[in-house]
């Protein structure tokens, strides 16, 4: 039986802060919900790790895809979504995604974000892998992210004097603090977080933030793994909080690993760059490294496929070749066009000395978007009354087994929307009221952050790209060997680990790692983006979505629910 702490090791908390509403985390989600809840109800606190124009959303390259020309529709849309997750995505969300996906686009241009624009003025749509129509729409040729960043961040800055909106700055959120629990000894409703200030907001230490509703936008997992296209920050902190509050967990196990990671060598660890699938959506293809083009022998598709199709592709031709990449070939793309429509990957490929109007890019799959997350429903509420999940945090169903690509946006702004006017409904109502926080039952942890590449390395070598049953059973025992309670423990007189921020991240990073492991490990099938050597086919009976939870002890517990 699987244990997990349902709190962290930390002070207890030196200050109060109270609001209506608590959002943490700065990405398209958090900003959004930010935003709209500002108009809706008194008092809104955003937290975030680092500084506001920090997270994933600033490095996602592809778009945003939403069913903007004419020739295209939202059930298009949504059939290319359903194809993509395997069977697993539950058919309402998506309808949500897709139907109110171009009405929130354009509400994001009123908001001040710029997209490219074709010679009518309209905005210009690209294609990328698992989408039949021209639906993404992006900025500064590869910049999306970056652009959607800075038009919501500015607004956020521009009410940064109203006095019902505070920003916390390099605030790491320890734990999601709760109510008295109810008969069943399960916690109670959520009630605010528990944060540490960085050194550089405008509080020190610890201390805790009561609201009457909290939004979890914390973004992924990248740094459970040993490398990521995910920033430093994302280490899991909103999934492994909400699991130790007692909030459900699903499709966890369904990790996208991007085909096409610029590869620098077997040393290389953290943040890796990307090269958007809108190269290849523009026309590069994959060759190995004999020169072989091999994506259209594996898909109708070919490079063009779904992601987990074409990462686990390479995967497999690395293996028949012996080699530990692949080439992308852009170059008859053409100098002018490739420096224009990805200005920034140009850029970057320059600074390793790669030239991609000249050069093969090699290139090799890594971690880049978490299918999974806090389980909620079409609003964004958790199984946790009072905590919300939105963004890359939430499981709203939409991905399933498989994102589609350029989907992760769209959803962030989509739900985030949809949960903040629920959360103003709700406290307009009185149905959301002040709690006291009460202490969890249950052991609290803290893993040494020296143990942190040791995680990753078992992370990667377990629940990687391809799994096994034997590779999975190495990775649970191994996590299980890992110390939790470095804070008790000691070397010659010398505590191993004291409370402090890295020590915080390295315990959300092995707890997601335990509870991916065990997900995969139960799923005896291959989907989406969980691949097992031994299970290599994709089984009817296993159309389930896996829901993982503590017990009021910290037991985790796993059931199966249908997806939709």
């Not at 294609?127 to 993404?136: K, S, T």
């Not at 997992?221 to 995910?230: K, L, P």
């Amino acid at each position: 039986m699987t244990r997990l702490a349902t709190r962290l090791a930390a002070p207890e908390p030196g200050w109060t802060v109270e609001a209506d509403a608590v959002v943490v985390g700065s990405g398209i989600a958090g900003l959004t919900a930010a935003l709209e809840l500002r108009t809706r109800v008194p008092r809104v606190l955003l937290v975030t790790k680092d500084i506001l124009a920090s997270g994933s959303t600033v490095w996602a390259q592809g778009g945003i895809a939403a069913a903007l020309d004419p020739s295209d529709s939202p059930a298009a849309h949504l059939q290319d979504t359903l194809v993509a997750g395997a069977g697993l995505c539950d058919p309402r969300a998506v309808e949500v995604l897709v139907t109110e996906g171009p009405r929130r686009v354009r509400e994001l241009v009123a908001r001040g974000a710029v997209f490219d624009t074709a010679a009518d003025g309209s905005i210009s749509l690209t294609r990328e892998g698992g989408h039949h129509a021209d639906r993404i729409a992006h900025a500064g040729g590869d910049a999306t992210g970056a652009e959607i960043s800075r038009a919501l961040v500015a607004q956020i800055e521009a009410v940064r004097d109203d006095p019902g909106i505070e920003v916390i700055e390099h605030a790491l959120v320890l734990d999601v603090l709760t109510g008295p629990p109810g008969p069943d000894g399960r916690p109670g409703r959520a009630c605010g977080v528990t944060l540490h200030v960085i050194g550089e907001g405008q509080r020190d230490g610890v201390g805790a933030a009561l609201g009457r509703a909290v939004v979890l936008a914390t973004g992924g997992i990248g740094q459970v793994y040993r490398s990521s296209t995910n920033p430093a920050q994302a280490t899991g902190d909103g999934i492994a909080a909400a699991l130790r509050a007692g909030a459900v967990l699903g499709d966890v196990e369904f990790v996208q690993f991007h085909p096409t990671v610029l590869w620098l060598g077997s040393g290389v660890k953290g943040q890796l760059t990307l090269v958007s699938e809108a190269v290849r959506g523009e026309g590069a293809l994959l060759l190995d490294t004999d020169g072989v083009r091999f994506m259209p022998d594996v898909h109708p598709m070919a490079e063009l496929a779904p992601r987990d199709v074409v990462a686990h592709a390479i995967v497999r031709r690395m293996t028949e070749t012996g080699s530990d990449h692949v080439w992308l070939d852009a170059r008859h793309l053409g100098d002018e066009f490739l420096r224009s429509r990805f200005p920034t990957i140009n850029d970057r490929l320059l600074e390793h000395g790669i030239d991609m109007t000249t050069d093969l890019v090699p290139v090799a799959p890594a971690q880049h978007y978490h299918s999974g997350g806090v389980v909620t429903d079409l609003v964004g509420r958790t199984s946790l009354p009072g905590l919300y999940a939105v963004g890359e945090t939430a499981c709203t169903g939409v991905h399933g087994a498989n994102r589609l690509a350029s989907n992760s946006l769209l959803e962030g702004l989509v739900f985030a929307s949809r949960a903040a006017k629920h959360i103003a409904a709700q406290v307009g109502s009185g149905v959301l009221t002040p709690l006291t926080p009460v202490a969890r039952p249950g052991d609290e942890a803290l893993v040494a952050a020296a143990s942190r590449a040791r995680v990753q390395r078992i992370a990667s070598d377990g629940p990687g790209p391809l799994r096994s049953g034997d590779g999975l059973r190495r990775a649970v025992a191994a996590l299980a060997a890992v110390p939790t309670d470095a804070h008790l423990r000691t070397d010659e007189g010398r505590r191993l680990a004291a409370p402090q921020v890295a020590e915080w991240e390295t315990t959300n990073v092995h707890q997601v790692a335990t509870v991916l492991t065990a997900a995969a490990l139960e799923r005896e099938e291959s989907r989406g983006g969980h691949a097992r050597s031994d299970f290599p086919a994709t089984e009817p009976s296993w159309r389930v979505r896996l829901e993982l939870s503590l017990g009021a002890e910290g037991d985790l517990v796993s059931r199966r629910s249908s997806p939709a």
